[in-house]
């Protein structure tokens, strides 16, 4: 009399899924790696297990649409953290969030979150002396190809900025060079200095060009 195995499907069930993005442009970003720094022991000791074997359970990278999982977790609280290591000093080291996973038999959905990287940003308004706004003025930053125009209200956005890391550059923030005109309106110069993550505001006047006498 023979007997039959019945071989069931491995069933790899997504438990936490989410998206990581801009904090100021709202756009997602590829390639960012998500972490998870703390969760339960069951699942601690399943990741030292395998990094035994050279592979990383507690790792994930953003896909082009910025979206990330990770799946088969225990249930329990996670603390998950994200960061862009290809985008040195043009974001924040990383951003913290909690996930709370169900037990696997009450789980029906994976739990969703979302995790915003800050970058670091130079806005601001663009004025004449009479702090009036300027449309269309060109704003940029010497000796970089970053640069923007300002919009209906006078207004401009650059983002994301290489910026000065604090913890990884001992010496002194260097600065840089921010320029401005517009037709009819002389270079306005300023030298400022951006840290990594930081938004900077900067309202910048331009002269108007007197004609020639």
Request: charged content about 15%.
């Amino acid at each position: 009399m023979s007997s039959w195995v019945k071989l069931e499907p491995n069933r790899r069930q997504v438990a936490i899924a989410g998206i990581v993005i801009d904090e100021q442009t709202q756009q997602p970003l590829k390639g960012a790696r998500v972490e998870i720094t703390d969760a339960p022991a069951q699942f601690l000791e399943q990741v030292r297990l395998s990094a035994l074997q050279g592979r990383r359970l507690n790792e994930s990278a953003t896909a082009h649409d910025g979206w990330f999982y990770f799946i088969n977790l225990p249930g329990g609280n996670y603390t998950l953290t994200a960061s862009l290591p290809n985008a040195a000093g043009r974001y924040q080291a990383s951003n913290t969030t909690i996930a709370t996973v169900p037990p696997s038999e009450a789980a029906t959905q994976p739990i969703w979150t979302q995790l915003s990287l800050r970058p670091t940003t130079l806005k601001g308004t663009i004025q004449d002396q009479k702090q009036q706004a300027i449309v269309m003025a060109k704003v940029w930053i010497e000796g970089s190809d970053a640069f923007t125009f300002s919009d209906s209200k006078g207004q401009y956005l650059l983002t994301p900025l290489e910026g000065w890391n604090a913890s990884a550059d001992s010496t002194q923030p260097p600065t840089m060079t921010v320029k401005a005109t517009a037709p009819g309106y002389e270079v306005a110069t300023q030298r400022i200095t951006l840290r990594q993550g930081e938004i900077t505001t900067l309202t910048i006047r331009l002269q108007q060009i007197l004609p020639i006498q």
